[in-house]
């Protein structure tokens, strides 16, 4: 099919690089979107916050982040017409790790450390302060929070002591784990079992104005995840080609662990919202609660 003949959009990320990724990749691959007549592109805005402001100012009309930050851009008005469209394929904790140095043998010992986050306003910035809470320690004044960003990705800081824990996806975990630069403590999900955290979102003018267009992203996205659930193999592949750094014995190890606890549905796990929603209220992330009603809108599951 001709681009001339495809409807452009653009799709945000707050960080690219791990298994987040790999339905949009194989989506985009197998000509999904274009199936869809989506002639679609990506654009990194690294951090949850950041991307949250970029769609609030009308830049990008869908992306990918986690509950923690669009909750909060709704609750200090930078993204006031936020909706949530459909869960994300990584939906809850068990996808999101905690990391430490090898040397770390207990999370008390993070008391005076510096804690890697890819921004204090992403996900990890407001997680990771549950994880230090449930450990005992202050995340206000016990350590100090270094903002990654473009490096979120990579292991060298850890590596070279610079930071001592950290929240990570695969395939960093993976490859942190095989090449010993970080022990993994535990999943999120330990901390917070039942947790909606991977969300697709929109504008609500995008939502109002093109429904079938976004049921035809949201369609395409989910195709490419069942399609990767599938058809590990290809998946393999694909990521290597994608990720030619990680040897096969990451990547392997990175789709064992969480390629079959993939939400490729696009459903949202409301009740799990309303504990995001009391988790960041909690901590003082958020200042009102805000209704379902107001922030979801699932028109494009339909």
């Not at 690089?17 to 985009?28: E, L, N, S």
């Not at 093109?210 to 659930?229: I, N, T, V, W």
């Not at 696009?266 to 379902?292: F, H, T």
Request: glycine residues 10%.
């Amino acid at each position: 099919m001709s681009t001339n003949n495809l409807t452009n959009v653009t799709w945000g990320f707050a960080n690219r690089g791990g298994h987040h990724d790999w339905p949009f990749v194989m989506a985009q691959a197998k000509g999904f979107f274009t199936d869809e007549g989506i002639n679609l592109t990506t654009r990194t805005i690294p951090g949850g916050d950041a991307l949250a402001a970029a769609m609030g100012r009308g830049e990008i009309q869908i992306g990918r982040m986690g509950t923690p930050p669009f909750l909060q851009a709704i609750d200090n008005g930078s993204f006031p017409d936020g909706k949530m469209v459909a869960s994300h394929v990584m939906h809850n904790l068990d996808h999101f790790f905690l990391v430490v140095r090898p040397d770390i043998q207990s999370l008390a010992e993070l008391k005076g450390e510096r804690i890697g986050v890819l921004s204090n306003g992403s996900c990890d910035g407001h997680l990771m302060k549950m994880e230090l809470r449930r450990a005992g320690l202050d995340p206000d004044r016990d350590v100090t929070f270094v903002e990654l960003r473009e490096n979120y990705e990579s292991l060298d800081g850890m590596a070279r002591n610079e930071y001592a824990a950290k929240l990570t996806t695969e395939p960093m975990l993976a490859a942190g784990e095989i090449a010993g630069v970080l022990r993994l403590v535990e999943p999120v999900s330990v901390a917070e079992p039942h947790f909606q955290w991977g969300l697709l979102v929109a504008r609500d003018e995008f939502v109002q104005q093109q429904p079938d267009l976004l049921k035809r992203l949201l369609s395409a996205h989910a195709r490419g995840a069942r399609y990767c659930q599938h058809n590990p193999t290809e998946t393999k592949a694909m990521v290597k080609h994608q990720m030619p750094d990680y040897s096969d014995l990451v990547i392997d190890l990175a789709l064992t662990r969480t390629l079959p606890l993939w939400n490729v549905t696009g459903e949202l796990d409301l009740p799990g919202v309303e504990v995001a929603i009391n988790m960041m209220l909690a901590i003082g992330s958020i200042k009102q609660r805000p209704s379902l009603a107001e922030i979801t809108d699932l028109r494009g599951l339909g």
